[in-house]
């Protein structure tokens, strides 16, 4: 029987986990600093204890910035085993957490099978999985029928549930009247919207949230507080609806601390980048410095096909400025379920808006393998470079596609003998620099 509930009633209890040890060495951290972060709720460590084979990571500003990839089935893309080959694949390209946001079908076997073989934090969202779980319409589920589908997740191994606490009675109004552009574009966000609709109750996730977070405590699932209203274009950006359910949130994130339950804060949405940095600060203000996870932000709303690089130019300038978490945009956002290649797209993407950030917060040899990338690129070592880059394969195959007809080692079909880097490296060893 162990003397700790959640990873942060271990740590308010100065009791040093696995977890906390595996997570204080990949961030080259002190465990006690760890410790204290975690304690505060500035660090989550999502560590469901039944799942097992989790290889643990801290979500925190102040820690490597993480990615999170969104998967699943839906009523037109039903194939588990294409879900699989993108675990997979969103595993090997660093991935450090996957939600699986399924919509179809039974749904249970696939989570249960991600949470025995997948060493990456798995999320849900359980309002998705209730009509499916029960098969039956929306207004007939009860709120008992919502807190039971948080258990299953949780007994399922789950490491954090995305809850739509935030919205209540009160926003029903409040979206009526504010008459948005793009009004509630969270898919949990707006079932839970229509759920009140529809019966006339209060938020199940609201007003049983004492009894989720029992729950939560229990397995030590991470609450990742939804944010319904998040704006869905940039007209809606940072307009009362968001940031009234904000302060919600920010409630609800000391109410989940007191029960040693760990918090993540969800994000937005569509947002210009001139507001990207306040809205981090706001939510770190209001929100007591518990993690952000962002979905994007997208800074225009011009680009379907193109939203995993509008996605990547705001996620980057939001972790920068304190956010912790991005999940992954791919280029059918708005469009339809992202396939293999779309998925892969998303992932390279934010990962590259992560590393930016970490480097320009200054987290400690984040800024190290650039270094040696650029050392490869001058002494014009194509394989030291495929090495350092994020998706080798690609460049490899762009480079053997075009490669110089001459001196194949030397440069590049770019600028072939006008080579800037072999004339320099010539030139400085003091040799004739042939051009013609
Ligand atoms: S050929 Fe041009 S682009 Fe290619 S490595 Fe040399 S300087 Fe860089």
Known sequence: MSNYTT??????????????????????????????LVAEGKVAIPANKRHECLLAEG?????????NVNLGVSRDCKDYDIEMQKVMS????????????????????????????????????PVY????????DLATLTAQDFVDVVRLHAEDGVDFVTLHCGITRKTIEQIRKHKRKMNIVSRGGSLVFAWMCMTGNENPFYEYYDEILDICEEYDVTVSLGDACRPGCLADATDVCQIEELVRLGE??????????????????????????ANMKVQQSICMGAPFY?????????????????????????????????????PAEHLALPN???????????????????IAKGIPNARDIDDKMADARRELDWDAQFECALDPETAKAIRDDRSPEEDHSETCSMCGKFCAVRSMNKALSGEYIDIL
């Open 90 to 125: 969103a595993v090997d390209l660093g991935a450090e957490a996957i939600m699986d946001l399924s919509s179809h079908g039974n749904t249970q076997p696939f989570r249960q099978k991600l949470t025995s073989e997948c060493p990456v934090m798995i999320g849900t969202v």
């Open 7 to 36: 990873q942060m009633d271990a740590a308010r209890k100065g009791i040093v986990t696995e977890q906390i040890r595996t997570v204080a060495a990949k961030e080259n951290m002190d465990v006690e600093a760890l410790m204290k």
């Open 294 to 330: 962002v979905l994007g932000p997208l800074v225009t709303d011009i680009a379907p096909g193109y939203d995993h690089i509008t996605a990547a130019i705001g996620g980057a300038v939001a972790a920068m400025n304190g956010a912790a978490f991005l999940c992954y945009v791919t």
């Open 129 to 136: 999985d209730s009509v499916i779980h029960y098969q039956r």
């Open 59 to 67: 979500v925190g500003s102040m820690l490597r910035t993480k990615i």
């Open 252 to 277: 609800l994130t000391k109410r989940a601390w007191d029960h040693n339950v760990q918090v993540m804060v969800e994000g937005p949405g569509h947002v210009p980048l001139d507001q990207v940095a």
């Open 340 to 358: 293999v290649e779309d998925t892969k797209q998303g992932i390279i993407a934010s990962k590259i808006a992560a590393h930016a950030a970490d």
